[in-house]
């Protein structure tokens, strides 16, 4: 029975979280380079997370990395963790749900400049929230939202995205 190759970079491991995630080395490579910082209180929590992520590949025993900011990538991965914790559906599943609800399903490899200068924008629009009202652009987009997303920190936005899937 042949043995499942262990990824041999971050990025690698990171996109093995992803559903589908192997055509798209080039868009995971980009939402690492990109940092994420927070502007909504107790977002910072959510940067916690991915940076947990971090700290699991450094505890494997693989080449550890060394301490810097949170990447986009890293806080993906870390809230298709905690959608998982939460509904109890594969977190891969989640993580691809995440990159169609911020319209980046479709950047398979290679990336055109037209693709990487869209990437930019859309990670960008995400970091700033400078996305609608609804949520339209962000991780958590919402049919029928009771406050403006943009001033609503990730996890009640999560929250809520959850309850209009999973109503009582």
């Known amino acids: 029975m042949p043995t499942k190759r262990r990824p041999a970079t971050y990025v690698e491991y990171l996109g093995s979280q992803v559903e589908g995630g192997s055509r798209n080395r080039d868009l995971f490579d980009l939402m690492h380079q990109k940092e994420f910082v927070w502007v909504v209180p107790n977002d910072d929590n959510r940067i916690a997370d991915g940076l947990d992520v971090r700290a699991e590949w450094n505890r494997s025993g693989r080449n550890k990395l060394e301490e810097g900011p949170c990447s986009f990538l890293e806080v993906l991965i870390a809230l298709s963790r905690r959608l998982e914790h ?6 891969g599943g989640w993580a691809r749900q995440l990159l169609v609800n911020l319209g980046l399903n479709r950047m398979d490899d290679p990336l055109s400049k037209y693709k990487v200068d869209k990437l930019d924008d859309i990670l960008e629009t995400v ?4 996305y609608s009202p609804d949520g339209e652009g962000g991780f958590f987009p919402l049919k029928e939202p009771h406050d403006d997303q943009r001033k609503i920190e990730i996890w009640y936005q999560m929250s809520a995205y959850i309850e209009e899937i999973y109503p009582d």
């Open 86 to 91: 939460v509904t109890g559906e594969y977190s």
């Open 127 to 130: 970091i700033w929230r400078t």
